[in-house]
């Protein structure tokens, strides 16, 4: 009696310890991605002000009579579209609209430019500028260029930060190419 309790003893414990294995089974399971945060998306439209300087050299320049070098201050805003064709490249159109104040006299410079740039980071885009616009200056009103670029870079999400420098230049056949120069400093919203 005491070798079948026995037995009966050792077989319920081999049966016990087989289910407790059976619940042991290792699954393969498939590991779950670690998010990667998407880079800046530089498509689609934008807006933003921005502040600077503007130096008229002696030449004259659309409506400022030729001189002694000046220097003013700018302050204005820009509205434009990017867009990505392939990945760096960014090719983009805006239109600008800036009030400039020079010791007493003002002017007004409105611009459609072009912009064609490269993403260096997902953060960083360095990109060239041309436009044509027109500058109003005591009532008169002249055709200008403008021909240049800068860096723009994303602090967060739809904010960027953009420096930028062009040189300037009006249509009237004179000798200097560029007759000022203008260098802003903006702050501009994607939408």
Known sequence: MFVRSL???VAAAALLAGGAQAADLIIPTTPVPIYEAAGFDWEGLYAGVRLGGQFVGTAAYGGIAAGPAI???VIGGAVGVNF???DPFLVGVEVTGDYIWFNGFSTGEFFANLRAGAIVTDQVLVYALGGVGVQSTGGASNSIYQLGGGVEFAVT???TVRGEIVGQGDFTGGDDF???AKATVG???HF
């Open 178 to 180: 560029f007759e000022a």
């Open 84 to 86: 990505v064709p392939a």
């Open 7 to 9: 037995s009966l003893g």
């Open 157 to 159: 999400d739809a904010i």
């Open 71 to 73: 220097t003013g201050g």
């Open 187 to 189: 702050v501009f919203y």
